[in-house]
């Protein structure tokens, strides 16, 4: 009995190990990181759709570091959770509304879900719809990051 459960494991390993490389990820955090680091500029701000993006922030943070992550109410420390909490969909707006370059983090096309309907989402894609030009966006491994530039007089 022992030498069919080693046959077996050593059958199935290659399977496991596929599983297991960032090839088979539908999603690369470091890479999507590594974008945000080259894009971004001082004083720049950052926003996540869905907030559960800021995975990438938290996985990568020095590639985060300078950026002004303007949803963010509270810190992960301060609020005693994984991701931290977004303030109400009324401070977001205003806070980007004072930006002049945000980069937003969020889920490539071939892998985003159906609109978010929260309301802090639809909150920053409205403003970002009718205040920001897109300036650069960059597909990686199925995450998308993407320059919004302020129009007109801040």
């Given amino acids: 009995m022992p030498g069919v459960v080693g046959v077996a494991v050593l059958a199935l390993l290659p399977v496991e190990l596929g599983k297991r ?4 990820r539908v999603d690369d955090v470091l890479a999507v990181a ?5 894009l971004k500029r001082d004083g720049d701000a950052v926003l996540f759709v869905p907030a559960a993006r800021r995975d990438t ?5 020095y590639a985060f570091t300078g950026l002004a992550d303007v949803a963010l109410a509270r810190t992960r420390v301060a609020s005693a959770t994984l991701k ?10 205003a806070a980007l509304l004072a930006q002049r370059r945000v980069l937003l983090v969020t889920d490539a096309a071939k892998v985003a879900k159906a609109a978010s309907s929260a309301e ?5 894609a409205a403003v970002l719809r009718e205040r920001f030009t ?4 960059r597909q990686v ?14």
């Avoid at 931290?84 to 707006?93: K, L, M, N, Q, T």
């Fill in 34 to 38: 590594g974008e945000v680091a080259r």
């Fill in 57 to 61: 922030a938290l996985v990568s943070p």
């Fill in 134 to 137: 897109v300036v650069e966006d």
């Fill in 21 to 24: 490389a960032p090839a088979s």
């Fill in 84 to 93: 931290g909490e977004e303030a109400d969909p009324a401070r977001i707006r």
């Fill in 120 to 124: 802090r989402d639809k909150a920053k």
């Fill in 141 to 154: 491994r199925g995450r998308r990051v993407t320059v919004y530039e302020r129009r007109g007089p801040q």
